[in-house]
T-cell receptor
Framework: GAVVSQHPSWVICKSGTSVKIECRSLDFQATTMFWYRQFPKQSLMLMATSNEGSKATYEQGVEKDKFLINHASLTLSTLTVTSAHPEDSSFYIC?????????????FGPGTRLTVT | LAKTTQPISMDSYEGQEVNITCSHNNIATNDYITWYQQFPSQGPRFIIQGYKTKVTNEVASLFIPADRKSSTLSLPRVSLSDTAVYYCLVVNTGFQKLVFGTGTRLLVSP
């Protein structure tokens, strides 16, 4: 099956700093990538959708200037949390689909645990 | 996007069959029903999807009645490793994004 990786798997940063999370599709071309956030004991919340070579589409309530998404190639998307604060501490998960992937099947990465101190 | 409702939690024992029902009263003609599984601190994993009647794969079965207003995920002979959160989603083939509901937290005990 298709594999999606994330790096790092966990990160601790100080308040006010920026953190970059990478999402890679290892064995397929990801024309579309998605970024989710999940707080403890809660469901996944979609943050944004990015198509390769285009600007990301953010969900309502998600600050695009705070969560910078870049999808510069067909195998890599990055999420940068700028000026992180403790309330940004969460589990960030990416998913990807390729041109042949059906709409209802996405491949998810293992997630990145962000802790802001 | 059709809203889904499923039980918040379920308990079972090893070796039993588990059926998780999801209601989606406002499902549209172009919508598919999809189930994902998520273990703690991991990304979700696609389990099964269907449009109508019954679908079976190596992991689970999905039963969808004729009116498609509900669906049931059936896990045969669960083991401890099936303890996870199971999400029912309704996905329109014309849209890209998945909207996750609350999910069902399944606990399998020895």
């Amino acid at each position: 099956g298709a594999v999606v990786s994330q790096h790092p798997s966990w990160v601790i940063c100080k308040s006010g700093t920026s953190v970059k999370i990478e999402c890679r599709s290892l064995d397929f071309q990801a024309t579309t990538m998605f970024w989710y956030r999940q707080f403890p004991k809660q469901s996944l919340m979609l943050m944004a959708t990015s198509n390769e070579g285009s600007k990301a589409t953010y969900e309502q309530g998600v600050e695009k200037d705070k969560f910078l998404i870049n999808h510069a190639s067909l195998t890599l998307s990055t999420l940068t949390v700028t000026s992180a604060h403790p309330e940004d501490s969460s589990f960030y998960i990416c998913s990807a689909r390729g041109p042949e992937t059906s709409a209802h099947e996405q491949y998810f990465g293992p997630g990145t645990r962000l802790t802001v101190t | 996007l059709a809203k889904t409702t499923q039980p918040i939690s379920m308990d079972s024992y090893e070796g039993q069959e588990v059926n998780i029902t999801c209601s989606h009263n406002n499902i549209a003609t172009n919508d598919y029903i999809t189930w994902y599984q998520q273990f703690p601190s991991q990304g979700p994993r696609f389990i099964i999807q269907g449009y109508k009647t019954k679908v079976t794969n190596e992991v689970a079965s999905l039963f969808i009645p004729a009116d498609r207003k509900s669906s049931t995920l059936s896990l045969p002979r669960v083991s401890l490793s099936d303890t996870a959160v199971y999400y029912c989603l309704v996905v329109n083939t014309g849209f890209q994004k998945l909207v996750f509901g609350t999910g069902t937290r399944l606990l399998v005990s020895p």
